[in-house]
């Protein structure tokens, strides 16, 4: 049986820590090295409930996408709930990792995954990485799909392949208009307009997209848009995460368990679409 030791430097061979955006917290948040590690739990928010699931699995490890103290921290007293987090997951002795703009830049990543479920060929990173040689690393990804698809019938292949939120997906351009390729960043992806608009797609799915830039992307004459929630672009990571981890450990012969989070974490739950247009 692997230590946590042993994962993690697995996990920092997929994912090196200094791959991660400056701004970012990544890595070991909780959790002693020398410790034995049978099973794993992947997920996207380090948030009650999936701690909870973590702990009822009898996991010694939960690896999550979201940082839990992205800002820093000058207490984990359970007061709160990232401390309460802590204390659970230290009271079970289950370690918490976390992987985050690492996995983001990292081939395959977090937009190789979200490519994949919408039904893309990946070509290429969107923001490639400028110390990546093979061009293969970076910031989101291009695609291109098996044959065209008008506007509306990729906006619902792309929703059934998506995780159900209960925002669904938002879709900006003629419902007709013929889709060829498409770019994607897993998350809030509105700060890559430049990037996508240089790409030459013809459509751009990501999340979190904002009014103004959204607008004014559409009003330059750019790509259709698609507007997933946050949290269904980057979940599809969780699964391909545990196959690159069910790999390692075959080849270790650790005979790791590993386990993908179906706890929704979205936090919005509920949609009221409004009927009627302004008076």
């Not at 790409?199 to 751009?204: L, R, S, T």
Request: negative net charge; charged residues 20%.
């Amino acid at each position: 049986m692997p230590t946590l030791s042993d994962v993690i430097d697995a996990l920092e061979a997929l994912w090196p820590a200094g791959r991660a955006e400056p701004w970012d917290a990544v890595g070991l948040v909780c959790g002693d090295p020398q410790a034995q590690v049978s099973r794993v739990l992947l997920a996207v928010d380090p948030v009650h409930e999936v701690a909870a699931e973590a702990i009822r699995l009898g996991a010694d490890l939960l690896v999550t996408h979201h940082p839990l103290y992205l800002r820093g921290t000058t207490t984990v007293a359970a007061t709160g709930f990232k401390g309460r987090v802590v204390h659970d997951l230290i009271k079970h002795d289950v370690a918490l990792h976390v992987a985050h703009t690492n996995a983001d830049r990292a081939d395959p990543g977090v937009s190789d995954a979200l490519a994949a479920v919408v039904g893309l060929r990946v070509t290429g990173p969107l923001v490639p990485d400028a110390d990546d040689p093979a061009g293969r690393r970076g910031l989101g990804r291009v695609g291109e799909l098996p044959a065209p698809l008008r506007l509306a019938d990729f906006a619902a292949q792309a929703a059934r392949g998506l995780p159900g939120t209960a925002a669904g997906l938002r879709v900006a351009g003629d419902p007709d208009r013929e889709i060829r390729t498409v770019a994607v960043c897993g998350g809030s992806g509105d700060s890559l307009f430049d990037a996508v608009r240089a790409a030459g797609v013809d459509a751009y799915l990501t999340a979190d997209l904002r009014h103004h830039p959204a607008s004014e992307a559409v009003q330059h004459g750019g790509p259709a848009l698609l507007d997933a929630a946050h949290w269904a672009t980057e979940w599809p990571w969780c699964e391909q995460a545990a196959a690159q981890l069910d790999e390692i450990s075959d080849r270790h012969g650790w005979q790791l368990r590993t386990h993908v989070s179906r706890v929704v974490t979205d936090p919005w739950t509920l949609h009221a679409a409004a009927p009627h247009p302004v008076p």
